[in-house]
């Protein structure tokens, strides 16, 4: 079979692969580029998976805060109580195709709805981006994304990302951190961290596990300690409890390099982003209480996934030239 006009790039001959074996000996010139499509398919998926994974998360938003008995009710308008088609309910494609309202009484649909799928899209299909080239094409991952190379870490990269866009938007609304997503990471984190021991920089399982349990324990202790400390010199509570947990979740997922990251990490966005409300006199000085945590203990983490160590080194490095 020959597609023609089809070729996406030069012919690739690379018959030990099994992705380039199906089209490798068709027509000169006219050979599609198995190892091309796969990982734009595959891309697709990743962005589609994550689309999906958010658009149940956005439900999770809603009934984890609540009554946690009250049975879920089915997808309806929650101005008309009109129920939602599946076709309706297609993450942001529905809500491209409806233009942002209701279908029955063209009430606007919140577009926070669309903005967390979007979110969980990209997200899924960066940590696609970190593994995808070296096994598909044996290139570098784009934008100085930290490669992963184990296979296993993307799904659990995965699974993080739901954790803190549950937590983040719970926190945000709500402000508080739900256990399920705290201690449930930190309950995690230690027999993933064994599973795939990438996620803690090791090839061996049982020094990632040590990692693990290190950094739950830094994450959690640490940061008990800390907030203990800062609630007894300021006279106020300085971080929710909530925080505290997250961190050791955070720990036991990437050790505790990782935690002490994104503590500085979000401590800094958190100034920026206090500074820029200051700034645009949606806050005062000193009356910045009821600001979540979560939210940027979740952007700190996400950086650290992405290009954490990269970072430490550029740093570490600028100090070295500069002193
Ligand atoms: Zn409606």
Redesign the pocket.
């Known amino acids: 079979m020959t597609i023609r006009g089809a070729n996406l790039g030069k012919v690739y001959h690379k018959p030990d692969s099994w992705h380039n074996t199906l089209y490798a000996d068709t027509e000169k010139g006219y050979t599609i580029r198995m190892d091309l499509y796969y990982f734009c398919v595959f891309a697709v998926f990743a962005f589609g998976f994550g689309c999906c994974i958010a658009s149940f998360l956005n439900v999770c938003i809603w009934w984890l805060p609540r009554d946690e008995s009250v049975v879920r009710p089915p997808s309806h308008?929650?101005?008309?109580?009109?129920p939602i088609r599946w076709y309706q309910n297609i993450p942001v494609l529905s809500w491209l195709a409806l233009r942002g309202r209701?279908?029955?009484?063209?009430?606007p649909i919140s577009v926070r709805y669309t903005v967390v799928e979007l979110l969980g899209g990209f997200l899924f299909l960066l940590a696609y981006f970190q593994w995808a080239p070296a096994f598909f094409l044996g290139q570098r991952p784009p934008i100085g994304l930290l490669p992963i190379a184990c296979m296993w870490a993307v799904p659990v990269y995965w699974l993080v990302f739901s954790g803190l866009i549950l937590g983040s938007f719970i926190d945000l609304e709500h402000f508080y951190l739900p256990d399920r997503v705290t201690i449930g990471g930190m309950l995690l984190g230690v027999p993933l961290s064994f599973g795939v021991p990438e996620l803690q920089g090791e090839t061996e399982r049982l020094t990632a596990l040590y990692w693990s349990l290190g950094g739950l324990a830094a994450g959690f202790f640490g940061l008990w300690a800390l907030s203990w400390l800062a609630t007894k010199v300021f006279k106020k509570e300085a971080m929710g409890f909530g925080d505290v947990k997250l961190l050791g979740a955070i720990g036991a997922f990437f050790g505790p390099a990782a935690v002490l990251f994104t503590v500085v990490v979000s401590s800094f966005i958190g100034a920026l982003a206090g500074g820029v409300l200051i700034l645009r006199g949606k806050a005062k000085l000193g009356g910045l209480t009821a600001v979540p945590y979560g939210p940027f203990l979740a952007l700190g983490t996400v950086t650290w996934m992405f290009w954490g160590p990269r970072i430490v080194n550029w740093y570490l490095h600028m100090h070295v030239f500069t002193l």
Do not use: Q, R, S
């Open positions: 308008c929650p101005k008309c109580n009109a209701c279908a029955n009484c063209h009430e």
